[in-house]
C-alpha cells in the first residue's frame, strides 16, 4: 500500500498540504506522480481525481465476539489514497473479492455508477455484503480525495452525535435480565433492546406448542406461518415476567425495544405483541420475514405494540411497500446489506415521506460502524443504531483517527475528519484475525473476470 497522509478537515491542513507539496516533501513517489488539478479548489493535492483509478482490493478477516467474522476490506488506487469497507457481518469475504475484476481501473469517484454496475451481485440479508462493502469504500476515497467527511457529501447533518442501542444476552433469569438491563443503563444508554425468545421456553412443560419431531431446520429455515408453533397463555405469561422485570430495572422513560422472538405464528405474534402492550415496547422485531407485506400489516393493525422489520432487505423496493402500506410502524435497514452509504440514506427519505422512521441494524467493527454513523447524521428521520460490541474491550482499538471511547454514554460524536474518518490500527487488528488468514495479503487470484455480466438485459 503506498503511503498514507494524516489529514483532518479544515482550511489549514489543506493549505498545509499545498505548502508541502510546493516544498516537493509531501507524500514521496505516489503525491509526485499525480497530477494536481489547481482549478479546483480545496482538493486534496495528494490526487488527481480525474485520472484516480482503482488498483488493488485486499480484505482481513478479523474474529470477535459477537456476530462473525467480519471482513475487512482496502481499495487501493493509483495516487496512494485508499478505502476501507466492511463485509456484512457473517459474510465471506468472496462477497467482495468477485467484485475486484469488475472495478479496478474504474474511477473510485463515480460512487453511484459503480454501484449500479455492481448491484447485480448484491442480494438480501448476507448477499449484499461485499457490494455494500465496496461502496463504503469508495465513498472514503471520496472523501480523502476532496477533504471531506462522508456525511457533507450526502447533503450535512442533521445531529452532531448519533444515538445508540444497546443488544442485551438472555438469561433464564428474570431477575438476572433486569442486572444486565441495569448495567447497560449505567452505562449511560438511552435506549435498551432486549432479546426474548421462545427459546427460553423450551424445556418448561406447558408453555410452547409444537409437533414433537421438529428438526433444526424447520425451526429455522421454515418461514414463521409454517411451523405451526404457538404459544400458550403460561407462556405468554412466562415471556410477560422477563419483559416486567426489565422495565422493572430501568422503567418506563427509556426506550425499550424487543428481538429474536422465534418462528412463531402470526396469531401468536399478534397475542404476544397486546400482552406487552402494558410495557410500552419501543418495537418488536422481525416477527416474520419481511416480504409477507399481509401478514405485517395484520399484525401491525392488530396491536398498539410498534413493529419494525428490514435488516435482511437489499436495496429500496421492499422499504417502500412496507412504508406505502404501513405494513409496520418503523423499518431497520442494516446498511451493509441494504445497499450501503447513499442507497441507505435514500431509504431513510422515501420513508420520511410516508411517516416511517428509521432505526439501524449493525454488528460490525467500527469501519462499518463509522458508514453507519455518517449516514445516520446525514438522514433526518433516524433513530437509534444498534450496537453488539459495548461488551467487547478490544472492539474500539480496532481503528484509530476518532474519539474514544467510540461510544460515549449512549453516543457516538460524527467524526469531522475526511471520508468514514477511521483508519486501522494494525497492530490491533493481527490480534484478532480468523486463524490461518493474512492481513491484507495479494490476491491475485480475483485478477481474472470469467463472466460476461456487462450486459444485464437485452
Ligand atoms: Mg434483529
Not at 453511484?112 to 461485499?130: M, P, V, Y
Not at 433526518?380 to 460515549?408: C, M, T, Y
Amino acid at each position: 500500500m503506498a503511503e498514507q497522509i494524516p489529514r483532518t478537515f479544515n482550511r489549514r491542513s489543506v493549505l498545509k498540504s499545498s505548502l508541502a507539496l510546493v516544498a516537493g516533501g509531501l507524500a514521496g513517489a505516489s503525491a509526485r506522480k499525480a497530477e494536481a488539478e489547481p482549478a479546483i479548489k480545496n482538493v486534496n493535492l495528494n490526487s488527481s481525481p480525474s485520472k484516480l483509478q482503482i488498483t488493488d482490493m485486499r480484505y482481513a478477516v478479523i474474529v470477535k465476539p459477537g456476530p462473525s467474522p467480519c471482513v475487512l476490506i482496502r481499495i487501493d488506487t493509483n495516487q496512494g489514497v485508499y478505502g476501507l469497507g466492511e463485509v456484512r457481518d457473517v459474510a465471506n469475504y468472496q462477497y467482495a473479492m468477485v467484485l475486484k475484476s469488475r472495478i479496478v481501473g474504474e474511477n473510485p469517484l463515480n460512487v453511484d455508477a459503480l454501484f449500479e454496475k455492481i448491484a447485480q451481485f448484491g442480494g438480501i440479508s448476507r448477499q449484499a455484503g461485499g457490494v455494500c462493502a465496496v461502496e463504503m469504500a469508495l465513498w472514503d476515497i471520496a472523501g480523502k480525495v476532496y477533504n471531506c467527511p462522508v456525511y457533507q457529501m450526502l447533503g450535512g447533518k442533521w445531529r452532531d452525535k448519533i444515538r445508540i442501542y444497546a443488544d442485551t444476552t438472555e438469561s433464564d433469569d428474570p431477575k438476572e435480565y433486569a442486572r444486565r438491563a441495569k448495567e447497560r443503563k449505567a452505562m449511560g444508554l438511552t435506549w435498551m433492546k432486549m432479546d426474548l425468545g421462545i427459546e427460553m421456553l423450551k424445556d418448561q412443560p406447558g408453555m410452547v406448542m409444537a409437533p414433537s419431531d421438529m428438526s433444526k431446520w424447520e425451526m429455522r429455515n421454515q418461514p414463521h406461518p409454517f411451523t405451526a408453533i404457538e404459544v400458550t397463555d403460561k407462556g405468554i405469561a412466562r415471556m410477560s415476567e422477563y419483559v416486567d422485570a426489565v422495565r422493572g430495572a430501568i422503567g418506563y422513560d427509556m426506550p425499550l425495544s424487543m428481538d429474536h422472538l422465534g418462528h412463531v405464528g402470526v396469531k401468536s405474534a399478534i397475542r404476544l405483541c397486546r400482552a406487552f402492550e402494558k410495557y410500552n415496547l419501543e418495537w418488536m422485531e422481525d416477527l416474520i420475514p419481511w416480504y409477507y407485506t399481509d401478514l405485517w400489516k395484520e399484525i401491525t393493525s392488530s396491536t398498539t405494540t410498534p413493529t419494525i422489520t428490514g435488516e435482511d432487505i437489499y436495496e429500496i423496493t421492499d422499504f417502500e411497500k412496507l412504508c406505502q402500506t404501513h405494513a409496520v410502524d418503523k423499518i431497520h435497514p442494516d446498511l451493509a446489506t441494504s445497499g450501503g452509504i447513499l442507497r441507505t440514506h435514500k431509504i431513510g427519505d422515501m420513508a420520511f415521506r410516508y411517516g416511517v422512521p428509521m432505526a439501524m441494524h449493525f454488528a460490525g467493527t467500527p469501519v462499518s460502524c463509522m458508514a453507519n454513523v455518517h449516514c445516520a447524521a446525514a438522514t433526518r428521520n433516524f433513530l437509534a443504531l444498534e450496537n453488539h460490541s459495548l461488551d467487547v474491550p478490544f472492539w474500539q482499538n480496532l481503528v484509530n483517527g476518532i474519539e474514544k471511547p467510540i461510544v460515549n454514554k449512549g453516543y457516538i460524536t460524527v467524526p469531522d475528519t475526511p471520508g468514514l474518518g477511521v483508519t486501522l490500527n494494525d497492530e490491533e487488528c493481527k490480534k484478532h484475525l480468523k486463524p490461518g488468514t493474512g492481513y491484507f495479503e495479494p490476491t491475485p487470484m480475483w485478477d481474472e473476470k470469467q463472466s460476461f455480466d456487462d450486459y444485464i438485459f437485452s
